[in-house]
């Protein structure tokens, strides 16, 4: 007797001959949802540190046309490969060796016996000081020229307490760095907190760690839900943030999540630093040619990084970003011309790297994602973008998932693997996707699993060893299934 899952194979090859198209015949198997997850992954890999930091551009280079995906108007079938190639560990560019910690105060004073002069004023019913248009300053010389020690003081050598806002006007500038202050301290109690923020003026952080502090209570603010002290720039301003500590910082609220970047004209940096516990480790609206290269971005509320709303032309490089409580790595609305490269992302409590609602021509190449809940990359309603050279393994769900309206993508040279569902899985409307000279391997479901019509699968794919299904050597848009039915 011809067995069902047979004749169903057979039907749906010969309707994919008239109709160009073959999809959802491992829906119609009814043991892959009954499939229990494979073991417990491997040790994630050593993640090697970078011999030396690559210098990076002050803005990322626009993606060139030859590496968006094409569809070839005739596709070669795929031989799979049976004889499964070793899989060796991964190393990449992943950021600082050494998390960083804040500092003790030092034996010694911090602060410079002969400040330069500020130009400042306090603006009491605002309770803000500003830091106004004029030669550039330090936090000692702010202090020196307020002269008001509740507002803002040394309480240990290097360590400063912030009673009050502080705002960097347009031509100011302000420097917080070590040994003259280690470490910043922004009042943040539950009914009263302050900010930090450069309206248009620049501000850079050197060799300093920067949190919220509940004096009363001589502690960090750790609950976000009463409001809590947080650092931005917008309004044209700059701010660089180098081998420092931002940690326990924003709220959910507008321009407060943490460490933000807001509105056209504004800029910066962010390298060999730690962004942590903070609501959004990073967050940008509307800003264009940020770098974000080394840095350990960790255990915040909900996003690690998360460019937003018309964000274009980053550079987000070498960053070991973890531990998250949603995604690791989100572009969002319209996050346009970037590369996401040579990153790490795992532990995350859904997805390790995300595109999203229109973020398009975008290159994610040679990052690592492993243990996130659900998918290690996701690509959902984006499109023209390349995914190529990542390794993704043991994610809680698909290795590479692209649903929604995603278009126009390619897939290549990826190497996905042990994950708790299928290697690469299209779903919903995703169309026109390209997927190429992929290792798709021993993963607890399907390899590749494509559940939307108008897909292509190209040559140099190898998929082997996955609990349910084999790729069938046929053209056009398919779907795994078991050979030895």
């Not at 079938?77 to 030092?106: F, H, R, S, W």
């Not at 532990?347 to 595109?355: K, P, Q, R, S």
């Not at 998918?375 to 959902?380: K, L, P, V």
Request: aromatic share 6%; with cysteine; proline share 8%.
């Amino acid at each position: 007797m011809v067995q069902p899952r047979l004749l169903s194979a057979v039907v749906c090859f010969l309707a994919s001959v008239w109709l160009g198209a073959c999809s959802g015949l491992a829906e119609s198997n009814p043991e892959a949802a009954a499939l229990a997850p494979s073991d417990e992954p491997p040790a994630a890999p050593t993640l090697a540190p970078p011999a030396s930091a690559t210098p990076a551009p002050t803005v990322p280079p626009t993606i060139a046309p030859d590496l968006l995906p094409t569809v070839p108007p005739t596709l070669v079938p795929t031989t799979a490969t049976t004889v499964a190639p070793t899989i060796q560990p991964v190393e990449i560019n992943a950021g600082p060796a050494v998390a960083l910690t804040c500092p003790a105060p030092a034996a010694s004073p911090g602060a410079s016996t002969n400040p330069r002069p500020a130009n400042v004023v306090y603006n009491a019913e605002a309770n803000t000081i500003q830091v106004q248009a004029g030669e550039p300053t330090t936090l000692a010389a702010v202090a020196a020229a307020l002269n008001q020690p509740e507002l803002l003081r040394e309480i240990a050598p290097g360590e400063w307490l912030l009673g009050a806002n502080l705002q960097i006007d347009p031509g100011a500038e302000l420097t917080i760095a070590g040994p003259e202050v280690r470490r910043l301290k922004l009042r943040s109690e539950p009914a009263y907190y302050i900010w930090l923020k450069a309206l248009g003026g620049n501000l850079n952080f050197s060799d300093t760690c920067v949190s919220s502090w509940d004096p009363t209570r001589a502690a960090l603010d750790s609950n976000p839900a009463d409001g809590r002290s947080y650092v931005l720039a917008r309004d044209g301003a700059t701010m660089h943030i180098r081998n420092s500590m931002l940690h326990h910082l924003g709220y959910l609220a507008d321009e407060s999540y943490g460490v933000s970047y807001r509105l056209p004209g504004t800029g910066g940096e962010i390298v060999n630093s730690d962004l942590s516990y903070n609501y959004y480790g990073f967050y940008s609206f509307e800003v264009d040619g940020l770098v974000i290269r080394n840095n350990d971005v960790h255990h915040n509320v909900l996003y690690g990084i998360d460019p937003h709303t018309g964000s274009e032309q980053l550079l987000i490089e070498g960053n070991r970003v973890y531990a998250n409580g949603k995604h690791g790595i989100i572009l969002a609305d319209a996050c346009n011309n970037s590369i996401i490269r040579s990153n790490s992302a795992y532990d995350n409590g859904e997805h390790g790297i995300v595109l999203y609602d229109d973020s398009n021509h975008n290159l994610v190449a040679g990052n690592v994602a492993y243990n996130n809940g659900l998918q290690g990359i996701n690509i959902n309603s984006a499109a023209h973008n390349v995914i190529r050279g990542n390794t993704t393994y043991a994610n809680g769900s698909d290795g590479i998932g692209v649903g929604q309206q995603a278009a126009d993508n390619l897939l290549e040279e990826n190497m996905t693997y042990q994950n708790r569902a299928h290697g690469i899985h299209l779903y919903s409307e995703a169309r026109n996707t390209m997927i190429s000279a992929n290792i798709v391997a021993n993963n607890a479901e399907y390899g590749i699993y494509v559940k939307s019509p108008a897909n292509h699968i190209g040559a140099g794919n190898r998929i082997y060893g996955n609990e349910v299904g084999h790729l069938p050597e046929h053209r056009g848009s398919a779907a795994d299934f078991d050979p030895a039915e």
